[in-house]
């Protein structure tokens, strides 16, 4: 899957030209009638926002940073990138940087300016953007529709939610107040109002085409609006708002093309979840989220089948840490969660956003699926690390091989500790390690590759060649859990023969 994002904050260096993910964003709104008109031009009846525009325009405003970047001399690689831009590569990409190649000089420290959006929440002068927009910035400038111009005190950021919050001193500041209970839905109209290119501000127009997108790959915790309103690069932290002009969103990411700029797919961080963020950095300068301490992946067709679960939704524990919350309440590697204190879990990204917007402290009811049947489990949440994440795998690949024997053409070796340490595998994962899987076999179209480790076959640990041959003997199916370079997953291989 080769999608990938632009960043919609503008830099004063060209933009390269791959398809890339682009962080920018257009956004989204739900309808209104409130202050919506209808005129009468030349006999006939139009439509016009202008007056709800009038309003909300002026609290929208033009971020300016300026940062020092290292850069290297060859650059024969801008425009070539094939994987969703992170907020780290946001300078880097966009003024032209980089991390550098090897033997590659660097060149002496320059400054460069970028140029974004941003969105006056509060009388007293809180402005909310996108992380990417400030991030490293030494200089941060907001500038208003009236040409009033401030210096903006940077109170924190989360590269994780790609939230920041900025502070201005000032008088009579219009803003667009924040109201936690707006819930766009799909079909909604929805404006976006940003900078784009840096040439000034711009309302654009369209409907929300989504709500709850978490698998887009661009941050770590996601649910995101997604709309075809036209956003560009340099709307990054602009307002995302319904057609009463409440703040709905804040425009963050598009799907670009070759060429760059909109192409219909743009996504903007719901109010609430920017809310949150705002909230915790304001307080105190960081973001604390919750951590369950267990490694999680979805439940695909193949696994649901091999679990014997009623249909494809819910997470699979793929791994859980010693001593973690999810320990101490009792959850088990393959085990799959199915809801949240009674809430439904579609899937495995929305319950580490779930998990990760609950206090820490706080005791949350799993209702997880065993062999044996349904059970409720209570986890008492803790605080997820600054440098943690929940592991988790990516679902198998295509099912199938032509073999009668799922693990025909798959062989395996004692797992030793040089082995593991190389493969970074932690040091507590025992299993047997794949030297070897035949191309054209069932494992390696399920995705099962040389120098994964398997720790259990149809639930049942493995800790040697021998207990992995037994196993594995007189089975028509297997349930490998897979450990690839320290993160555990469920990989379903089935004949592919075999009829569903």
């Known amino acids: 899957m080769n999608r990938n994002f632009v960043l919609v904050a503008v830099a004063a260096a060209t933009l390269g ?3 890339s993910w682009h962080y920018a964003t257009e956004h989204a709104a739900s309808f209104a009638t409130g202050p919506i008109e209808v005129h009468a031009q030349g006999g006939a009846p139009s439509l016009t926002f202008a007056p709800m525009v009038r309003k909300v325009t002026p609290a929208v405003v033009n971020i300016s940073s300026t940062r020092t970047v290292r850069t290297s001399s060859n650059r024969s690689q801008r425009g070539q990138r094939q994987q969703p831009m992170t907020p780290e590569d946001f300078f880097g990409d966009l003024f032209g940087g980089g991390r550098g190649m090897p033997g590659v000089p660097e060149q002496p420290p320059r400054r460069e300016g970028g140029v974004g959006s941003g ?11 996108n992380n990417h927009v400030i991030e490293g910035a030494d200089e941060v400038t907001v500038s208003l529709a009236d040409r009033r111009e401030f210096r903006a005190k940077v109170i924190g950021g989360d590269q994780h939610s790609d939230v920041a919050v900025l502070k201005i001193e000032g008088r009579n500041l219009p803003t667009v107040p924040i109201r936690g209970d707006v819930q766009p839905a799909v079909g909604d109209l929805a404006l976006a109002i940003g900078n784009p290119f840096g040439i000034g501000q711009t309302v654009t127009m369209g409907i929300i085409s989504a709500t709850g997108r978490n698998n887009v790959g661009i941050e770590r915790f ?23 002009g409440e703040l709905i969103g804040i425009n963050t990411a598009i799907l670009a093309g070759r060429a760059g700029g909109n192409q219909g797919i743009g996504f903007a961080i719901p109010v609430a ?26 439940v695909t067709p193949a696994l649901a089948r091999a679990f014997k679960l009623p249909n494809a939704s819910g997470a699979a524990i793929t791994h859980v840490e010693a001593g973690s919350p999810a320990a101490r309440g009792g959850l088990q590697p393959g085990d799959v969660v199915t809801a949240v204190n ?19 402290g706080t005791p949350v009811k799993l209702t997880v699926q065993r062999p044996e ?3 409720e489990l209570t986890v008492t949440l803790g605080t997820l690390p600054d440098d943690n994440e ?71 640990p493995v800790t040697s060649v021998r207990e ?9 199916s297997a349930v490998l859990l897979v450990n690839r370079g320290g993160a555990a997953r469920y990989i379903v291989v089935e004949p592919a023969a075999e009829n569903r």
């Open 17 to 19: 030209g791959g398809v």
């Open 119 to 129: 969105v006056i929440v509060s009388a007293d002068g809180y402005v909310l953007t």
């Open 222 to 244: 996601e649910d995101f609006i997604q709309t075809d309103a036209a956003i560009n690069p340099g709307n990054s932290g602009g307002a995302l708002v319904n057609t009463s």
């Open 273 to 298: 979840m920017a809310r949150e963020v705002m909230d915790q950095l304001i307080k105190t300068g960081k973001v604390t989220r919750g951590y369950m301490g267990a490694g999680i992946q979805d």
């Open 342 to 360: 009674g809430e439904s879990v579609i899937d495995s990204p929305a319950l580490r956003l779930r998990i990760s917007r609950t206090a820490p």
């Open 373 to 375: 049947g349904q059970r």
């Open 390 to 460: 929940e592991r988790g795998g990516t679902p198998g690949g295509p099912q199938g091989g032509g073999t009668s024997s799922p693990l025909q053409g798959v062989s395996v070796d004692e797992l030793d500790a040089q082995t593991s340490q190389q493969l970074r595998i932690p040091s507590e994962v025992r299993g047997v390690i794949v030297t070897n899987v035949a191309v054209d076999s069932a494992a390696y179209g399920a995705g099962l590759r040389r120098g994964d480790v398997i720790q259990s076959v149809n639930r049942r």
């Open 468 to 476: 992995f041959e037994a196993a594995v003997r007189g089975g028509a």
